[in-house]
Antibody
Framework: EVQLLESGGGLVQPGGSLRLSCAASGFTFSSHAMSWVRQAPGKGLEWVAAISGSSNNFFYAHSVRGRFTISRDNSKNTLYLQMDSLRVEDTAFYFC??????????????WGQGTLVSVSS | DIVLTQSPATLSLSPGETATLSCRASQSVSSYLAWYQQKPGQAPRLLIYDTSKRATGVPARFSGSGSATAFILTISSLEPEDFAVYYCQQVISWPLTFGGGTKVEIK
């Protein structure tokens, strides 16, 4: 059974940093590109970042480029999102999502349950 | 960036009726369009990918159609569990983008 479990969310002040993790199980992690998608409370979905299975390619939304860094450790089946210089508008639930097999970009066939990041003074 | 516009924002229907949701792209996405369903407090769920392919376990009452810039998600004979928010997403180019969503609510 495919499982994605996010952790690392919490309350942080503007300008602060946070690192999210997503532990994957039930599939060959290195075969899939992975993404982070966020959703501000009561709002729609916003794709944040993606990384290829071998970590050769990285992609970012304009809103986070230069502040967020996506990475993965295939030996630990874990996806990460390092978030620096956080802003109030980064407040959201952050989901990790698995890309379908095939050359990215692909649709997201499995999602974690999300972790809440709150940026406030 | 490719902008996806979903309409209507809210659709009020009764169980057993057919829902027709629209997604329009600001430029062609060929057939690289997906649909997701999201219920309150839950993660999104993939319903349709590549315009018309149903994801594993998705009931046949969900169907997708369209091409280039105009796409439709049809839900035939709405079941109580189908009342939710639906998002379209383009996966032809980075940055990936989602539509603003259509809420299907019980009339």
């Amino acid at each position: 059974e495919v499982q994605l479990l996010e952790s690392g969310g919490g309350l942080v002040q503007p300008g602060g940093s946070l690192r999210l993790s997503c532990a994957a199980s039930g599939f060959t992690f290195s075969s899939h590109a992975m993404s982070w998608v966020r959703q501000a409370p009561g709002k729609g979905l916003e794709w944040v970042a993606a990384i290829s299975g071998s970590s050769n390619n990285f992609f970012y939304a304009h809103s986070v480029r230069g502040r967020f860094t996506i990475s993965r450790d295939n030996s630990k089946n874990t996806l990460y999102l390092q978030m620096d210089s956080l802003r109030v508008e980064d407040t959201a639930f952050y989901f990790c999502a698995r890309g379908q097999l095939g050359a990215p970009p692909r649709s997201f066939d499995f999602w974690g349950q999300g972790t809440l990041v709150s940026v406030s003074s | 960036d490719i902008v996806l516009t979903q309409s209507p924002a809210t659709l009020s229907l009764s169980p057993g009726e057919t829902a027709t949701l629209s997604c329009r792209a600001s430029q062609s996405v060929s057939s690289y369009l997906a649909w997701y369903q999201q219920k309150p407090g839950q993660a999104p769920r993939l319903l349709i990918y590549d315009t018309s392919k149903r994801a594993t376990g998705v009931p046949a009452r969900f169907s997708g159609s369209g091409s280039a810039t105009a796409f439709i998600l049809t839900i035939s004979s709405l079941e109580p569990e189908d009342f939710a928010v639906y998002y379209c997403q383009q996966v032809i180019s980075w940055p990936l983008t989602f539509g603003g969503g259509t809420k299907v609510e019980i009339k």
